[in-house]
Nanobody
Framework: VQLQASGGGLVQAGGSLRLSCTAN????MGWFRRPPGKEREIVAA????????YHADSVKGRFTISRDNTHDTIYLQMNSLKPEDTAVYSC??????????????????WGQGTLVTVSS
């Protein structure tokens, strides 16, 4: 399993970024983030078909997870970014699951992180 994340960067508060994660298969996938000095937390998750998704309360209405199964890629569209969204964002795959997976322990494979910095 190979996961390749991209799209991070520096953005001003209120701005937008789109993260991408290319996989070499089709599984239940998720985006996680680790803010500076804090624990990793789930941001969003999507089923293998893309029919179902989950968004953490802290990002609901601002972030949207989606996937393009033609290209085995998942996306995280991040709008109305806030300084507290600053974190290293990572994609992950739960290869034994098909539905939406919100349990961190269920994710066996992780991509390298991409840093998102939101300035005030």
């Amino acid at each position: 399993v190979q996961l390749q994340a991209s799209g991070g960067g520096l953005v001003q508060a209120g701005g937008s970024l789109r993260l991408s994660c290319t996989a070499n298969g089709r599984w239940s996938m998720g985006w996680f983030r680790r803010p500076p000095g804090k624990e990793r937390e789930i941001v969003a998750a999507i089923s293998s078909s893309g029919d179902n998704a989950y968004h953490a309360d802290s990002v609901k209405g601002r972030f949207t997870i989606s996937r393009d199964n033609t290209h085995d890629t998942i996306y995280l569209q991040m709008n109305s970014l806030k300084p507290e969204d600053t974190a290293v964002y990572s994609c992950a795959a739960a290869t034994r699951r098909a539905g939406v997976t919100t349990t961190r322990a269920a994710y066996q494979y992780w991509g390298q992180g991409t840093l998102v910095t939101v300035s005030s």
